[in-house]
């Protein structure tokens, strides 16, 4: 069973950064590969980012390529996102997940969720 936490939201202006931490424990944290989705009122929860088990391979949603980066660090059983160039449309709530072995960029194939952090971005 592993446990997960989201950190980092927060209120910020167009064009600006913020970071996401999520702190995984309970499990072995090296055997999950991690995702980022997010949820905008009144919309499905949808994609962002994902990340192998190693943090060798990565994969982003167009709408976010080349603005977020995901990590993680297996020494601290943490993935985090680095969100650059804020855009109101970036404007949700963040969730990480986890599964075991594989990465995906579907919603149902993640095991374990957090809470989720809420990220507003003004315009």
């Known amino acids: 069973q592993v446990q997960l936490v989201e950190s980092g939201g927060g209120l910020v202006q167009a064009g600006g950064s913020l970071r996401l931490s999520c702190a995984a424990s309970?499990?072995?944290?090296?055997?999950?590969?991690m995702g980022w989705f997010r949820q905008a009122p009144g919309k499905e929860r949808e994609f962002v980012t994902t990340?192998?088990?190693?943090?060798?391979?990565?994969y982003y949603t167009d709408s976010v390529k080349g603005r977020f980066t995901i990590s993680r660090d297996n020494a601290k059983n943490t993935v985090y996102l680095q969100m650059n160039s804020l855009k109101p449309e970036d404007t949700a709530v963040y969730y990480c997940?986890?599964?075991?072995?594989?990465?995906?960029?579907?919603?149902?194939?993640?095991?374990?969720w957090g809470q989720g952090t809420q990220v507003t971005v003004s315009s």
């Open positions: 997940a986890a599964r075991p072995l594989y990465s995906s960029t579907r919603r149902d194939q993640y095991v374990y």
């Open positions: 309970g499990g072995t944290f090296s055997n999950h590969a």
């Open positions: 990340i192998s088990r190693s943090g060798d391979y990565t």
